[in-house]
């Protein structure tokens, strides 16, 4: 049985995370709001007044009867299935701790362009997103990439990766951040990989893993946009 991912139409967003780990896997799903009535079907979910274990948002994942959501609970959940986290358990505490992470991280990006409401029109606080965006462009992105270049390079397994001795979904994940960063920030990341050559090093490796390099080249890798959390408005980039 195909998975079924639940996300909002037209944008990667938060979904992206998820699909990354399916494409990388090769994993039969289906992402439901692309399909005819797939919307419709993900708002009757968020708004069952009979479903037991309703999602608050998307992302959600169905496998099954199960409804799993959040990013890094889903990854967490998909992770051993899709052979994508450590194979010591202990580690994958590890990971679902790093994805955790790039969840804060995440956050902070979306605020660059919402600082004040989620439920205003950026236009209504551009102001605010400027005083915002250069806080986040001078402390917030070297504080977090700095976190993990020190991350990959001190992985005991000397491996190239976020944790443990392989490929896991950390590292998928580490890859869209990198892609994100520079399409919406492009002046201020343009020193990105020789500031973080370990963080650079593992965007390139997962860009070239052949399920991955199919993936972006195909219609199903949505292209970033302003209405996604990743979005560039010139006015909030500047030089780092």
């Known amino acids: ?44 979910f968020l708004k069952s007044r009979t479903e037991p274990h309703i999602p608050f948002a998307p992302p959600f994942l169905k496998d099954g009867d199960l409804i799993v959501s959040h990013v890094a609970n889903i990854l967490l959940y998909l992770g051993p299935k899709l052979g994508l986290a450590p194979q010591d358990e202990s580690l994958r505490f590890v990971a679902n701790g790093l994805q955790l992470t790039i ?11 919402h600082p004040l409401s989620t439920n205003a029109y950026y236009e209504d606080q551009k102001e605010a997103a400027k005083h915002r965006s250069a806080d986040f462009i001078e402390h917030r992105i070297p504080k977090f990439l700095g976190y993990f270049e020190r991350v990959l390079k001190q992985n005991p397994a000397g491996s190239g990766h976020a944790v443990g001795g392989s490929l896991t979904y950390v590292d998928l994940s580490l890859f869209q951040v990198f892609e994100g960063l520079r399409y919406a920030f492009p002046r201020a990341t343009r020193k990105l990989a020789k500031d973080y050559p370990a963080v ?30 990743f979005r560039h408005y010139p006015e909030l980039d500047q030089d780092a």
């Open 200 to 229: 650079a090093a593992v965007h390139d490796m997962v860009q070239k893993r052949p399920n991955i390099s199919r993936y972006l080249e195909s219609d199903r890798r949505l292209d970033f946009n302003e209405s996604g959390i």
């Open 103 to 113: 969840t804060d991280f995440v956050a902070e990006v979306h605020d660059t362009h």
């Open 1 to 44: 049985m195909a998975y079924e991912l639940y996300y909002w139409d037209g944008l990667q967003g938060r979904g992206e995370f998820i699909r990354l780990a399916l494409e990388e896997a090769a994993a039969d799903y289906i992402d439901v709001a692309r399909q005819s009535d797939g919307m419709a079907a993900m708002m009757r």
